[in-house]
């Protein structure tokens, strides 16, 4: 039976929220940037973006957090069409769907997960035949957190965060996020972040203890190592934070730390059952606008579906 030649009417993409297990700054480099040396987890989080035909490049965005974004050149899966296409010398357009259900400016890389999503969405579809590494160097040229956003799991990011390698990491993890309206702007949390270490200058790295505890797949002994640096920055910025951490203090949560520069919460809960009681307790004090329960790892932008159509 000969084949029949298809295009594709649309291709859904799903990519995951991050939250930085352990995140040690260190110096500015004169781009404006911090060295990292950083521990992504991707968690259970997820935004959806469906790519279909169109003559120009265009987002609408749905979902819970839609009210924050704008349907226009800034958003960044615009921004990522974009580059694909410039970068693949590709001439028609996209119209991508955004379910956005990670919040927006929450330390949670959502827009960088919709980055992701649209690389690799326009990919299919456009049919570019870039290689996944060239999709990846697009990535980190989109935002430093972009390409984790397409590999996900558990990886070590340094240089900006964005020289991933995989981490070796057993079992699984439950997590409880407790999320506030009211974002935070990265960059103002990296400059309060200056203001608190001014002449900072030592090199960021990894512990082997944090090596250690993921590959035991304990969440007692990743409870222990877990860090931000970022923390009292985005605590200064936020102060919502500071009561979301007293509350999770006295629940069962084995720690807390802020998730990249917040001002997101993530809890680690023993198990699912306590995970479920510590966001009952939360959303019952009423410190956080969204209480989510995650787990993690999870996997990197991936095709849910793609849905083809025979050609004339
Ligand atoms: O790459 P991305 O757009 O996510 O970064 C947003 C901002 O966060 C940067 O412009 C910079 O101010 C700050 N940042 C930083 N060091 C990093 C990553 C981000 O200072 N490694």
């Known amino acids: 039976m000969r084949a029949v030649p298809t295009v594709q009417q649309a291709v859904h993409v799903r990519a995951p929220a991050k939250i930085n297990l352990v995140l040690r700054v260190g110096a500015r480099e004169p781009s404006g ?15 959806d973006v469906v790519a279909s035909p169109a003559e120009e490049i265009s987002t609408s965005t749905t979902g819970r957090w839609a009210e924050h974004v704008r349907d226009d050149e800034s958003n960044l899966a615009y921004r990522a069409a974009s580059l694909l296409a410039e970068a693949s010398g590709t001439r028609t357009g996209v119209h991508l769907e955004i379910t ?18 649209t690389l690799l969405a326009c990919d299919l579809l456009w049919q570019t035949g870039l290689a996944r590494e060239e999709l990846g160097h ?15 799991g558990t990886a070590v990011g340094l240089g900006r965060g964005d020289v991933l390698t995989p981490a070796l990491a057993r079992g699984a993890y439950h997590w409880v996020l407790a999320i506030s309206e009211q974002g935070l702007s990265t960059p103002e949390v990296f400059e309060e972040w200056d203001r608190l270490h001014p002449e900072y200058a030592e090199h960021p790295s990894i512990d ?23 923390d009292a920055a985005a605590g200064n910025l936020a102060p919502g934070v500071e009561r979301i951490q007293q509350v999770l203090a006295d629940s069962p949560a084995l720690a807390t730390l802020v998730s990249g520069s917040g001002p997101t919460v993530a809890a680690l809960a023993p198990d699912h059952p ?6 009952e307790t939360v959303r019952a004090m009423d410190v956080a606008d969204e209480v989510e329960v995650v787990t993690g790892p999870a996997p990197g932008a991936r095709l849910l579906e793609s849905v083809r159509e025979d050609e004339g």
């Open 33 to 47: 940037y911090h060295q990292l040396a950083t521990v992504f987890q991707a968690v259970s989080l997820f935004e």
């Open 100 to 117: 956005k259900r990670v919040p927006v400016a929450g330390g949670m890389a959502g827009g960088s997960a919709d980055a992701a999503a």
């Open 138 to 152: 697009l990535a980190a040229e989109l935002g430093a957190d972009v390409p984790f956003a397409l590999t996900g």
């Open 208 to 230: 082997d203890a944090v090596m250690a505890a993921l590959i035991s797949g304990d969440a007692h002994r990743l409870a222990e190592v877990l860090v931000n640096d970022l």
């Open 274 to 279: 306590t995970a479920v009681e510590i966001a």
